[in-house]
């Protein structure tokens, strides 16, 4: 018998989980209904794929009846980050278990709600850490876990956005942190479940500093950044900081024919007035077991990717990524992908930087090595695929007993802590205390009795 499904939220996001449903995974899952709050978006997602076409589609208000009067057994929250808590707890107290989208949530009071709420329903609740399953970010866990080099006592982790990607999340909600807890929340869950991963270890403190250095009114006309229209789809030269939803026809289909239903325009310009998330971010955590972790995120950086290095005892390992050597890539159809990530990555050369990753391991008093790392194929490094293998067929015996890399909500409340205490570090200037701050032991907080993945 196949799982019936219900998903919540049908923008963008949505449409890795439902090409799952609909292709490799038809056999194991079953579509039944589409909850968006605005018709042309679900209708888009149900008209592309013909095995949708009999699902019902409802508004968020329904929630509670679609699960009941369809019998389903899990919702798929891919909402706005700020309702994710909203639609869990819901589906939760409805009778279906939960597979949520990153981040779980953006606030501790909410964080606290989607445990209340498992706790009273036993239920289960699983967040999508992709990045978790990419062949370099496991080779690296591989290195650590086997203890190659010592006991970890720091790890130093910067992620830059280049100007085409990160720019996109002051185009669209994200820009209002109200909606999204800014990138420490809704980007940095993704480097926070890395390092809580890696090290298999909880965060117990946290100091942060940031702010709105380069996107927003202030910062550009600081600089003598010439203004942009208020909207990037016009005709007309374009600069390279505007998108023009006419260039993609999904964009243009989800969002722009869509503005008619609700008034969401997803190409806002990124040098608006209004603009509240941070687009420089820094932070130190403390964990339980003793190490640090020094934190940056850029969001205009010319290139993309990210660099790790883990301080042991016996050694360091370094791990680097890049997934866009410049802003000038193209694909085939000669359009930029907005998120490079979401692509297979390829090597190619671009100057003196080049597309690819590479792991190098140094023990003390030893020259470095580098650590193969198996190919990956597909979007995020080639994690999305293994990841929605788990997902919706559930892990092997050796994936369940060996990396740890499925995830249920306490990897989700661990991976949002540190946002959530550096948001408040941000606003108090002071370190925060995660246990106290969002009102739960992380170290303490149980998985239902027996729930399913």
């Known amino acids: 018998m196949r799982t019936r499904y219900a998903l919540i939220g049908s923008g963008h996001r949505a449409q890795m989980y439902l090409d799952a449903i609909a292709g490799p995974h038809a056999d194991v899952a079953e579509l039944v209904a589409l909850l968006d709050v605005n018709p042309a978006r679900r209708?888009?997602?149900?008209?592309?794929?013909?095995?949708?076409?009999?699902?019902?589609?409802?508004?968020?208000?329904?929630?509670?009846?679609?699960?009941?009067?369809?019998?389903?057994?899990?919702?798929?929250?891919?909402?706005?980050?700020?309702?994710?808590?909203?639609h869990v707890v819901r589906a939760l107290d409805a009778g279906a278990d939960v597979v949520v989208e990153k981040p779980l949530t953006i606030d501790a009071p909410s964080a606290r709600a989607i445990q209340e709420a498992i706790d009273r329903t036993g239920r289960s609740v699983v967040v999508t850490f992709n990045y978790r399953y990419s062949p370099r970010n496991t080779a690296l866990k591989q290195v650590i876990a086997s203890g190659e080099i010592g006991d970890v006592v720091s790890v130093v982790f910067e992620w830059v956005l280049d100007t085409q990607h990160g720019a996109d999340y002051f185009r669209r909600w994200h820009r209002d942190k109200t909606n999204s807890g800014g990138l420490f929340i809704h980007k940095a869950a993704h480097h926070f479940d890395l390092v809580n991963w890696w090290l298999a270890d909880t965060p117990v403190?946290?100091?942060?500093?940031?702010?709105?250095?380069?996107?927003?009114a202030d910062a550009a006309a600081q600089r003598g950044q010439a203004a942009l229209p208020e909207r990037g789809t016009h005709d007309g030269p374009h600069d390279p900081f505007e998108l023009d939803l006419r260039s993609d026809e999904r964009l243009e289909a989800l969002y722009l024919e869509a503005e008619r239903h609700d008034g969401y325009q997803r190409d806002r310009s990124v040098f608006d007035r209004g603009i509240t998330t941070e687009d420089n971010l820094t932070a130190i955590v403390d964990y339980a077991g003793g190490p640090v972790l020094t934190y940056a995120l850029n969001a205009h950086s010319p290139w993309e990717g990210y660099r790790v290095a883990v301080n042991g005892t016996r050694g360091r390992a370094e791990l680097e990524v890049i997934e866009r050597a410049e802003v000038v890539a193209k694909d085939e159809d000669g359009r930029?992908?907005?998120?490079?990530?979401?692509v297979a990555v390829t090597t190619e050369d671009s100057g003196v930087r080049e597309r690819g990753e590479r792991l190098v391991v140094?023990?003390?008093?030893?020259?470095?090595?580098?650590?193969e790392i198996p190919e990956g194929v597909g979007g995020h490094g080639g994690g999305d695929a293994l990841l929605l293998r788990d997902v919706f067929v559930g892990p092997t015996e050796e994936e369940a007993s060996g990396l740890g890399r499925p995830s249920d909500?306490?990897?989700?409340?661990?991976a949002i802590s540190v946002g959530i205490c550096g948001n408040e570090s941000l606003a108090t200037g002071a370190p925060v205390d995660v246990a106290e701050f969002l009102g739960l032991d992380l170290s303490r907080v149980p998985a239902p009795a027996g729930a399913a993945r």
């Open 362 to 371: 140094q023990h003390h008093f030893a020259p470095a090595r580098e650590v």
């Open 43 to 86: 209708e888009f997602h149900r008209d592309r794929v013909p095995a949708f076409a009999d699902v019902r589609l409802a508004g968020p208000d329904e929630l509670e009846q679609v699960i009941t009067e369809l019998a389903v057994d899990r919702v798929i929250v891919t909402s706005v980050d700020r309702l994710h808590a909203e």
């Open 409 to 414: 909500h306490t990897d989700g409340l661990r």
């Open 205 to 216: 403190r946290v100091y942060a500093r940031g702010g709105l250095r380069f996107y927003g």
């Open 336 to 342: 930029a992908h907005v998120d490079p990530s979401a």
